[in-house]
C-alpha cells in the first residue's frame, strides 16, 4: 500500500522558517514520480506551491512563493522536503504532498496526481 506522511508543520512567525517533509512508503522507489507539494488556505481552493520533476528535470514554484521555498528530495530515502523560509501570513494552510507517476510539466491540475498525503497545518502568525 503506497503512503504519503507529511512532517514539520506547525505554528511559526512571519518570517520564520519550516522545514516539511514528505515520507513515502509502498513504491519500489520515488525515483520515476514528480513529488509536490500543495497547500489549502482557509475557504481557498488547493493549489499547487511546487513540485520537483522525476529524472533531475526540474522544479516549479508558483510565482508568489519563488526564492523563499526550495523543494527537494532524496530518491534514497524516499522521502521529499519543502523548505519554507521567510514565511508571510498568506502561506497559512494545510500543506498536501503529491506524487505523480511521470514527468509534471505547467500549473499540474489535480487529476494528473495518483497519491496524496493527508496534510499537515501551517499556521504563520504576524
Known amino acids: 500500500e503506497v503512503r504519503l506522511v507529511e512532517f514539520g508543520g506547525g505554528l511559526v512567525q512571519a518570517g520564520g522558517s519550516l522545514r516539511l517533509s514528505c515520507a513515502t512508503s509502498g513504491f519500489t522507489t520515488i525515483d520515476s514520480y514528480t513529488i509536490g507539494w500543495f497547500r489549502q488556505a482557509p475557504g481557498k481552493e488547493r493549489e499547487v506551491v511546487s513540485y520537483?520533476?522525476?529524472?533531475?528535470?526540474?522544479?516549479y514554484y508558483i510565482g508568489s512563493v519563488e526564492g523563499r521555498f526550495t523543494i527537494s528530495r532524496d530518491n534514497a530515502k524516499n522521502t521529499a522536503y519543502l523548505q519554507m523560509d521567510s514565511l508571510k501570513r498568506e502561506d497559512t494552510g494545510v500543506y498536501y504532498c503529491?506524487?505523480?507517476?511521470?514527468?509534471?510539466?505547467?500549473?499540474?491540475?489535480?487529476?494528473?496526481?495518483?497519491?496524496w498525503g493527508q496534510g499537515t497545518q501551517v499556521t504563520v502568525s504576524s
Open positions: 503529491a506524487a505523480a507517476h511521470g514527468t509534471i510539466y505547467g500549473t499540474a491540475s489535480e487529476g494528473l496526481w495518483n497519491y
Open positions: 520537483i520533476r522525476n529524472g533531475n528535470r526540474g522544479t
